[in-house]
């Protein structure tokens, strides 16, 4: 059938054992993408979804309209995050390495994506990440503590033992809670702006997920109702170039940018290089004030790159080059931010290995104290009955029954083990 | 008391619930300025504005995720599904999310969203206005699932959904939105006014959630059933002249199983029926349910009349909808077992 | 709530009792817009997506670049098949208030997007219509005896009886079957063209449905398949303007147009005026070429107006002014097309008399004819053990016995009835 | 014979399709280059071609639409839907049209797509990735739903679902991929080498659908379960020393009723097990229609073990798992009952 067949089948640039290429992203320079006004009609941001909106320049100097103009320590606050994201996550991995974690995804390569938005936004803004967005959780103060006793499910967990590693949240923060199911937290944040507007409110929403999520339902339905209502809402696009095995081409990426969909629809689209800090930081202002202001939606594609694994589970160097990272061309945005601190003369290599030394050292701590509330082969353990709250707001009679059945089921499993010697089933 | 039939019970349980608090909402395709193809939201968008009663764009898994979004800002939306045929594109929002928000995230973030959807055949709908999918949403942990059979119930059921904390699918069985129906199509359709069920206090008031009704006495048999079916069975049973108990199980999840199997222990016989499908359909759990509980009582195997396991056929709709006949036989059957 | 609220709603220019308001309808003068050759990049289609391709100008002639050239006898076939569609449409209407069959959708007013369209395309491509395109099936031949006896659910009914009316296929035609469930045929129709595609066929497939159904998933689901795969198929959406009582505006209307979600996408856009019959016929030949060509998709947006009620259930002076058509800027399609014929003096009233005069007595007939067969209250009738069939390909146990059971049924039935002497369930 | 896995036996069963009808093609998420995140198509795309062996947008609505459409067109698509927990996106496709068109069209078109999914928890995959929806399928007319348990039957039903004319939901419990597991993780992982079934022919062959295996005689009471816990169940029976007959369902739709009813006429006691949530789940439908039909020869209450009514929690993976100890407990109830 093969030969005669007419079907187009997207290209990928280099497999294993190929020379990386990435001739096929579209870059513009540092600085020369324009910044219109926030009220700006939506057929003008046409071209703003095709171009890439840079502010770092290869020197690390910060050049054009859309510099934000952060201070020192804002920008010494941001590469605080984006470091403290990295460490967090490498130490994760090995953890889950060693067995004493399930499951881990890391945001290797694309920190910049999370920890720049969530330092442009407001903390009464709601956030609706995906699974890759570690770094909003740590920008907004959350204590790797906390998230490393959601990854333990321990008795500190805050999902109570319910969710996969990485599927945090924190109602307090604003941070919605993870869904293992792609792409459904884009039509719940565009409700949630919704709700935000007939209410009233000026807080906005902001929802991320990756290139590939964007084939779902949940990314049409997100956008067409954020232009029918024109809904103060951030839809954030990170285009990392893979979706596990799978290149962008075929989530319909060939020749074409996902922030293109935005005006397609209707509403505003920005194509923002996603390692660069700064980008990432003006371009969240400028959709947050364009929101804020009820001029209404803009679709962010960020431009980045898995730079590992899609998670514990995957092998990448069974589908693209070992060295793909090292060709990106929009680079290393942890490097980048620290580049163009030290061009400012407001960082140093004595600094930076200070900063890295307190962090790790924070994290070994936090570990030690996770680890106290159990991890999965050693106590303390969540309460098994536990599995049968929150199914409802009040324990219905069936699941009361279903709990007394696990109870004796457990009490006959402990009479049989005790007898057999074997306690492998834990406390 | 004024009179209501089921689609003014329903439209003034929204009315009472837009009126005492400002955080409802209502939405759907069609629902506003229209007031709905079956006119239930009708004027609700004139007195409450378009911005709580909001027309949508034709998309059930959006309208259901942006509901979803709205609880968690606050909100407390009744989204509408235009037929229940056509709630499938929001299924995975309603399974994956809607029902399992509170679980995941250990109740720190809930949903009080409402699905309202006009369910069941026996207008003229063919395959894609005739179902009754509600044993889909059954088996899902984490949702509630009503289906009243008369206006009085329908406007307390749904006053109770919408104040409560869980998500509710809420199936309204369109047969019986003007007058009871005891499955005979060739008969002068009766009006709500006559019934009892018609008398519909016009302010607030509740039928809690969970809670089975036994709307006929009766120590022969037990007939468990729900929706349009409720008087199917109970016209079925009059005829029939046999002493039926009739229990309208009103509501799938939770399921009052106490109530539903005292009256089989009672009675020794029971008959299930519903109108979806029968294999698998609710019916499968009712049965299974009674016989673990009622086992020793059972003096005859529980029988279950539901619809056909086809599509429901447009030339063949009275023919395929479970009507008096067919839960006659069966009735019948059930009583002459030794 | 809302005094504070800052939603947007869409507006809608006209409700019942107001003036009919068309100034949100952006037009192009006919011969305005050019045509691109078939292999034109998506990019340069964005402008074609805005604008409106037309041919037919005020006076009835055809002007510009994108005049197909038909022959007299093509256009004079075009009218024909334009009136059939609409006498079948008024004669099937009477006949549901008359209360002879159950249900009726008319396509008043969009006649010609189905018409020209499948004169467009050669028999052999494969099509997939919405509720609205019985002009389709009349204009590939379908013999309105065959659709009557479907809206009869009689025993020469296609459907045998299992659908609702005007839910026609013909495989033999490559009329795919009628979905209740709308927009369902979008992503199937791409589909069916990447099998062409993966074959090597030259076929290409078409589907239709309104711009309020683009709103679903599968709309998103096909552009995106057609997208990646460049599969042959015209996606047409057909904004006329209202969804039941909803304006397009809540389908993403407001200021900008349906076919632009192409570009958006990555797949050609343009935006037509679908009562123009030249101009449908000439864009549905340029996207088929460029399907077949290997050059990919096209969305077309034809834009029109649902002159009529939604359906028979329907009563649109309840949501919109009763004068609305009149004051449509693109006019009635058969009258535009007759006139053209006058003016290139090749139809006059009397040969439009006769036509009209023809058809209706061979709809009358083809009435006569069909009914013989059954109607709902007379017999002959589909014998009921049909409906256990076709749900697999061979019965199952279970329904065979299930069929068993309903034979039970009406056998006590038609013994109850014979002694009451009631036999209103008929034969 | 050789020995396979089941992912090697299902990865044959494709193989072998591929190579003798050239109208085959498989596609899915991750399913090409990669072979899918379970291997089960390692090899596929570079043997048959990128363009019979298809990567596909994250859309399951997407991949079904689009099979449809293929095989209307005269293809016959092999589907493949990453998680069983992802396959809700793709529900109205499924239930409105892959079931219902050879009805609708009174069999003018007809649409012959196998949808394969990996189903089932003991993974500790959470939630999300632990999910056995078959009763949400069962349900729908016009589907066939299937789960093997081992890798001869993968192998033969999935031939058999390809070459079926009508559509197959093809559950695939990801559990046992490699290697039966009888529900006790704290015991090393065992092979399929050394399990009889686990001999699987290289080329062509079929398992009937709609069949039913019994996969151990007994007379003291009947075991009707399917998928992970069929091997839990034979060593709850093995350890418990009850001479109980288990029964491998297989095929959801068409039931092999026959086969099962038979068989608790014989032993007079039934216990039904499945993996997924009890509360109107296919057991439901088992202890129904077994009732119906065995309801004389009934020692006792027939009785179900499942997963409970609530999400599947990650880090109660085991508490929540229908393992042996549950099926112990139940069956022993059974066997005391006098
Ligand atoms: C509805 C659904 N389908 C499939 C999956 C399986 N899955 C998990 S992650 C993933 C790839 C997502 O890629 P992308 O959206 O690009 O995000 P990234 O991992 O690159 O950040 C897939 C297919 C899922 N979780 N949910
Ligand atoms: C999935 C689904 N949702 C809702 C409906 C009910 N419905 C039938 S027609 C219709 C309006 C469709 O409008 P449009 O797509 O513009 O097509 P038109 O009727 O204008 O030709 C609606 C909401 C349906 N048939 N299917
Ligand atoms: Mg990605
Ligand atoms: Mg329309």
Redesign the pocket.
């Known amino acids: 059938m093969s030969p005669a067949s007419r079907l187009h089948v997207p290209t990928v640039p280099a497999r294993p054992g190929q020379k990386p290429d990435f001739s096929y992203v579209h870059l513009s320079d540092a600085g020369a993408v324009p910044r219109p006004p926030i009220d700006v009609p939506v057929r003008d941001t046409v071209s703003l979804a095709e171009e890439l909106v840079r502010v770092l320049d290869g020197e690390g100097r910060a050049v054009g309209p859309w510099d934000p103009g952060l201070t020192p320590e804002v920008l010494r606050g941001g590469l605080r995050h984006m470091l403290l994201t990295r460490l967090f996550d490498d130490r994760m991995h090995r953890t889950q390495r060693q067995g004493r974690i399930t499951f881990y995804v890391r945001s290797y390569g694309e920190e910049a994506v999370s920890v720049a938005a969530a330092m442009a936004l407001r903390d009464s803004d709601m956030l609706f990440p995906s699974y890759r967005n570690q770094g909003l959780f740590l920008a907004r103060g959350m204590p790797p503590f906390e998230m490393m006793c959601q990854l333990l499910s321990n008795t500190a967990d805050m999902c109570k033992g319910r969710q996969l590693p990485v599927m945090y949240h924190s109602a307090r923060r604003r941070l919605f809670s993870i869904s293992g199911n792609l792409a459904t937290q884009f039509p719940q944040a565009v409700g949630w702006a919704m709700a935000a507007a007939i209410r009233g409110d000026t807080d906005v929403a902001a929802a991320w997920l990756g290139e590939g999520s964007t084939a779902e339902a949940d990314f049409h339905h997100a956008l067409l109702f954020a232009k029918v209502y024109r809904a103060p809402v951030i839809l954030n696009v990170v285009n990392n170039q893979w979706a596990i095995s799978t290149f962008q081409g075929f989530a319909g990426g060939e020749q074409r940018s996902f922030a293109a969909r935005g005006p397609g629809v209707g509403i505003a689209g920005l194509r923002v290089d996603g390692n660069d800090f700064l980008a990432v930081h003006a371009a969240t202002s400028w959709a947050a004030e364009r929101a804020r202001a009820g001029h209404g939606a803009t679709l962010i594609e960020l431009v980045t790159y898995r730079a590992g694994a899609h998670s514990t589970s995957d092998d990448p160097s069974r589908y693209r080059p070992r060295d793909d990272f090292e060709h990106w061309p929009l680079g290393d945005p942890v490097e980048r931010l620290r580049r163009h601190l030290v061009t400012l003369g407001e960082w140093d290599d004595q600094r930076h290995a200070a900063l890295l030394a307190e962090l790790e050292s924070a994290l070994a701590a936090d570990w030690k104290a996770a680890v106290r509330h159990g991890t999965l082969t050693e106590g303390p353990r969540l309460d098994p009955a536990l599995m049968f709250e929150d199914v409802f707001r009040e324990l219905p009679e069936h699941l009361r029954r279903q709990r007394e059945e696990l109870a004796a089921e457990r009490a006959a499993l402990a009479g049989a083990t005790a007898e057999s010697g074997d306690a492998s089933r834990g406390p | 008391m004024p009179r209501m039939n089921m689609v003014q019970a329903l439209n003034s349980a929204m009315d009472v619930m837009l009126e005492r608090d400002p955080t409802v909402v209502v939405l759907g ?2 629902v506003g300025y229209f007031g709905g193809v079956f006119r239930v939201t009708e004027g609700l968008q004139r007195k409450y504005g378009s911005h709580r009663v909001l027309d949508t764009p ?1 998309a ?1 898994g959006g309208i259901v995720g942006a509901a979803i979004g709205m609880s968690v800002n606050g909100l407390r939306p009744v989204a509408e599904i ?2 229940a045929d ?1 709630i499938y ?1 929001a299924y995975d929002q309603i399974v994956s999310e809607l029902a399992r928000l509170r679980y995941r995230s250990a109740s720190d973030f809930f949903a009080p969203v409402t699905i309202r959807t006009p369910c069941g055949g026996g207008i003229r709908g063919g395959q ?1 206005h005739s179902q009754s999918p509600e044993a889909i949403f059954a088996h899902v942990s984490g949702l509630k699932v009503v289906m009243p059979s008369n206006p009085y119930d329908a406007k307390g059921l749904l006053i109770s959904a919408i104040e409560d904390d869980d998500p509710v699918i809420f199936f309204e069985p369109k047969r019986i939105y003007n007058g009871p129906f005891d499955g005979d199509p060739n008969k002068p359709a009766v009006a709500w006014d006559a019934h009892p069920a018609g008398e519909v206090p016009a302010g607030h008031y509740r039928v809690p959630l969970g809670r089975a009704a036994i709307v006929r006495e009766g120590s022969a048999a037990t007939i468990v059933t729900y929706g349009t079916m409720v008087h199917v069975c109970l016209a079925a049973a009059a005829e029939l002249g046999v002493d039926a108990e009739v229990v309208d199980v009103r509501c799938m999840v939770p399921l009052d199983i106490d109530t539903i199997a005292a009256s089989v222990s009672r009675t020794g016989r029971c008959l299930i029926a519903h109108e979806a499908t029968r294999f698998g359909g609710f019916g499968a759990e009712l049965s299974a349910s009674i016989q673990e509980r009622c086992f020793w009582d059972l003096e005859a195997p529980i029988a279950r009349v539901a619809g056909w396991d086809t599509p429901y056929p447009h030339a063949f709709e009275w023919e395929y909808f479970p009507g008096k006949p067919r839960v006659k036989l069966a009735l019948q059957a059930l009583m002459e077992v030794a």
Chains 1, 3 share one sequence.
């Open positions: 395709e069609d034709i059930e235009q037929f056509y594109p894609t």
